[in-house]
């Protein structure tokens, strides 16, 4: 069964950076899309960024598209969220997803991590 455990969270000024990184169990990492999704208080779950298997294809929210880079480590089963230039409105819990295919839009995340927090401060 695959898991994924999320870190690099914190507290961070506005302007500032961050990296997240995703860390998954299981010897296929390199065979399923994964991406990163967040949560801010009071709202739904939004989808923030995804990586195809290969790693050469991205795609972000046009919330963070530009200021944001997903990358992918198969040598060391990780994920990684470049998080640059935040602002407050970033202010979320940030999960780390897997989805059942090779590419985003092959099929759904089946699985998320528990989440690792981001609060950015004006």
């Known amino acids: 069964q695959v898991q994924v455990a999320e870190s690099g969270g914190g507290l961070v000024q506005a302007g500032g950076s961050l990296r997240l990184s995703c860390a998954v169990s299981?010897?296929?990492?390199?065979?399923?899309?994964m991406g990163w999704f967040r949560q801010a208080p009071g709202k739904e779950r939004e989808y923030v960024a995804a990586?195809?298997?290969?790693?050469?294809?991205?795609n972000y929210a046009n919330s963070v598209k530009g200021r944001f880079t997903i990358s992918r480590d198969g040598a060391k089963n990780t994920v990684y969220l470049q998080m640059n230039n935040l602002n407050p409105e970033d202010t979320a819990v940030y999960y780390c997803?897997?989805?059942?295919?090779?590419?985003?839009?092959?099929?759904?995340?089946?699985?998320y991590g528990k989440g690792t927090l981001v609060t950015v401060s004006s």
């Open positions: 299981g010897r296929t990492f390199s065979t399923y899309a």
């Open positions: 990586i195809s298997w290969t790693g050469r294809s991205t």
């Open positions: 997803a897997k989805y059942q295919g090779p590419n985003p839009d092959s099929g759904p995340v089946d699985y």
